[in-house]
């Protein structure tokens, strides 16, 4: 390029400024070079720079997508944070109705074996009333066949006389209106409580033995 542009002037014959007329074609030249380098490299850095602000746009862009999923996971977080607190006390107040109805079982267990220890203390009442009703009515029969004696005995008077066959368990006594004799057994008692029964009720009936 720099040949294209170097000339010789035939008009110049002195060969020192023939040298001088080539340099400052030479440096003509060579301006006319340096500009264009410079309008070369001006497009090259505005190519570059256009690559790296493209470049860029795509980081920001990643960057502004990183922050959005960064906010979005954030929010998700917090969301899913207070879904985790809101779980939390649901069950902490399922732990607090768990606690309150194991206590109302506890008391009712303990109610109950109040109950069944108060059951089983009627039931032994009832059966001691019943022992005791199963007396009284022994007794009742035992004071009814007593006193049937005794009716006996107020219409006889002496003499009794024992049947010691019987072991003194049967005497015999006669009625002082028809001279009826009767017989009274006591079989069931001892010979002391039989002259206990005799002497203690019949004293005042003239029984004599």
């Known amino acids: 390029m720099m040949q294209q542009h170097l000339r010789t002037d035939p008009a110049v014959e002195n060969p020192i400024q023939e040298l001088q007329i080539n340099t400052m074609n030479v440096m003509d030249i060579l301006h006319k070079e340096s500009d264009f380098i410079k309008m070369r490299n001006i497009v090259q850095l505005e190519e570059n720079i256009r690559k790296l602000m493209d470049s860029q746009n795509t980081r920001v862009q990643e960057v502004i ?13 917090s969301h899913m944070k207070t879904l985790m607190e809101e779980h ?8 607090r109705e768990m606690d309150d109805l194991n206590f109302s079982v506890n008391n009712y267990e303990g109610r109950l074996s109040e109950v069944e220890t108060e059951i089983q203390d009627a039931m032994q009442k009832f059966e001691a009333l019943r022992q005791e009703e199963q007396e009284i009515q022994h007794n009742i029969e035992n004071w009814i066949e007593r006193d049937k004696n005794l009716n006996l ?9 024992w049947d010691m066959s019987s072991g003194g368990k049967i005497c015999s006594l006669t009625s002082t209106k028809d001279s009826t004799c009767v017989c009274l ?10 002259h206990e029964f005799l002497f203690d009720q019949l004293n005042d009936h003239a029984v004599h033995i």
């Open 65 to 77: 997508n990183t922050l959005t999923q960064t906010l979005n996971t954030a929010e998700n977080y």
């Open 185 to 194: 057994n006591f079989e069931e008692m001892d010979q002391e409580s039989i």
């Open 88 to 95: 939390e006390e649901k069950m902490r107040i399922l732990k």
């Open 153 to 161: 005995l107020y219409n006889f008077v002496a003499p009794v006389e």
